[in-house]
């Protein structure tokens, strides 16, 4: 949201989720946009911190026909993540929780801004791993994962996103399989 209306709507979504959860465009300025200089033009960010903040942001500019542009780590190489004055960004950093590890099943239940790091890292006590590496994995969430169906340098042996999604489970939450050594997969 740019311009003289920004404000207004920065209070009515900081009453909405926290004031804590919205960023303004003077705070969205000294932000790093990533690889696309053009990711934070919108100049109003807001964090969900669960399924149900989205449920309600989404709800809002659903009301007053604002376009939302979902951002994980902005390490797309796509442009997938540009933003425009007028729209919102909802970053989905804050939701970074993984919420299962089904060691049986080999199936997790992460939010959708965990970072493909975080999760290699709660995999590998346990004996097991992502199945899907990229240089991006630091900043590159699940769900910026997902979205743009990454493949990355194990591609050819464990598959693409794509394959390893099972299923979506709310808005910010994935389902997938997380698998053992040379033959992980997640879903
Ligand atoms: C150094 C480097 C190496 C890379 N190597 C590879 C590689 O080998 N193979 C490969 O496939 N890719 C590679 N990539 C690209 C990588 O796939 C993407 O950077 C990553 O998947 C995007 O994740 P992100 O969280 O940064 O998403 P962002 O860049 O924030 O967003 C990317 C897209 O996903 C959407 N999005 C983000 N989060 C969500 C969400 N929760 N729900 C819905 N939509 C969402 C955004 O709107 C945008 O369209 C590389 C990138 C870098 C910088």
Redesign the pocket.
């Known amino acids: 949201m740019d311009g003289p209306e920004q404000p207004l709507i920065v209070a009515e979504l900081s009453s909405l989720l926290s004031p804590a959860a919205v960023r303004g465009a003077s705070a969205t300025g000294l932000m790093d946009p990533?690889?696309e200089g053009r990711n934070l033009d919108a100049g109003l960010m807001v964090f969900p911190e669960s399924t149900a903040d989205v449920a309600k942001l989404l709800a809002f500019c659903n009301g007053r026909g604002i376009a939302v542009?979902?951002?994980?780590?902005?390490?797309?190489?796509a442009g997938?993540?540009v933003s425009s004055p007028g729209q919102v960004i909802v970053s989905?950093q804050r939701m970074n929780r993984i919420l299962d590890i089904d060691t049986a099943g080999l199936r997790a239940t992460v939010e959708?801004g965990v970072t493909l790091a975080a999760f290699d890292a709660a995999l590998e006590p346990l004996g097991l791993m992502a199945g899907i590496d990229?240089?991006?994995r630091d900043?590159?969430?699940i769900?910026?994962?997902i979205?743009?169906n990454?493949?990355?340098?194990e591609a050819f042996r464990h598959g693409v996103m794509r394959a390893r999604i099972r299923a979506g489970g709310g808005a910010?939450r994935w389902h997938g399989d997380a698998g053992h050594g040379a033959g992980a997969q997640m879903q």
């Open positions: 990533g690889l542009v979902p951002q994980g780590g902005r390490s797309g190489l997938g993540a989905l959708a990229l240089g991006a900043s590159a969430t769900g910026g994962m979205s743009t990454a493949g990355g340098i910010g």
